[in-house]
């Protein structure tokens, strides 16, 4: 069973190798795709996992190889959020997440992807949390003025 | 497909947000939410005033949003560029570090009660 992150900066998976060789075969995968073998902690291009490795090698061997590097994989690093939620919403939590987002750049930097992913799902969470803890007032208030519970100077 | 519907989907959450900002004076007791982490504690977050900041802000009063909090108003271009190009953005490390220095430091300057630093309390 493995994971993979689509061209979309999503997961995917876990699915059988099977299925991950209909995905290559359909496009939605390739060589640079990365992906995660199920109880395993790194990433790694499927070009460079033996189960698919001569899939690729199969399908190539025609065209000579490209000539550059592999692109830098994007992974994002949730700043906007990160940065709103900070000043728009409610301080304590809105501070990881920027962190775990400069980390992400940094590790990026460094050619760490594995390390990279790992910071941007944890800014993920870190905005969520912090927009849902500033949404919780914010609905309490709405809620608490339509029920009359408090009274708005301006309603 | 998905990125027309984020542009639309987030192009239309910012026009709400503006027009509730723009009707809606937030510095009116009872109009919205204050701030929870001020309620909390009583001290000025890094965040605390941008509601109203923004509401002088589309009303075209660019100095009283800078006397809410300057810091979220400084931000509002840098957001909107990273917004608006998306994955082709790409910030320094250092860059995010910087800013979040900045945030810091601004939450704590912002609750030292004397005087130059009074003004940045909103």
């Not at chain 1, 939605?28 to 090698?57: H, M, V, Y």
Request: aromatic letters at 10%; charged letters at 10%; proline letters at 8%.
């Amino acid at each position: 069973m493995y994971k993979i992150i689509g061209a979309d900066g999503q997961q995917y998976g876990p699915v059988t190798a099977e299925q991950l060789r209909q995905w290559i075969t359909e496009g939605r995968a390739n060589a640079e795709t990365l992906a995660q073998a199920e109880g395993g902690t790194d990433w790694k291009p499927l070009g460079q996992i033996a189960e698919f490795a001569p899939q690729f090698s199969a399908a190539t061997s025609s065209a000579p190889p490209p000539l550059t590097g592999q692109p830098r994989p994007h992974v994002p690093n949730y700043l906007v959020p990160a940065i709103l939620c900070t000043i728009f919403c409610c301080l304590p939590f809105g501070i990881p997440a920027i962190v775990f987002a400069a980390q992400v750049n940094s590790k990026l930097q460094a050619g760490d992807v594995t390390g990279a992913m790992e910071s941007s799902r944890k800014a993920r969470r870190w905005c969520w949390l912090a927009f849902g803890l500033g949404l919780i007032p914010m609905l309490a208030w709405i809620i608490g003025i339509s029920v009359g519970l408090f009274r708005s100077s301006y309603f | 497909m998905t990125t027309r519907l984020k542009i639309i989907g987030g192009g239309a959450l910012v026009i709400g947000a503006a027009a509730i900002l723009y009707a809606l004076d937030p510095a009116r007791a009872g109009m919205l939410p204050g701030c929870p982490f001020h309620a909390l504690t009583g001290l000025w977050c890094p965040g605390c005033g941008s509601t109203r900041a923004l509401h002088q802000l589309l009303h075209g009063h660019l100095s009283a949003a800078f006397g809410f909090n300057p810091l979220a108003i400084s931000l509002l271009p840098l957001v909107g560029y990273l917004a608006v190009r998306g994955e082709k953005a790409t910030l320094k490390p250092a860059m995010i570090w910087i800013l979040l220095g900045m945030i810091v430091m601004f939450g704590v300057l912002r609750n030292v009660p004397v005087y130059p630093l009074t003004l940045l309390a909103p």
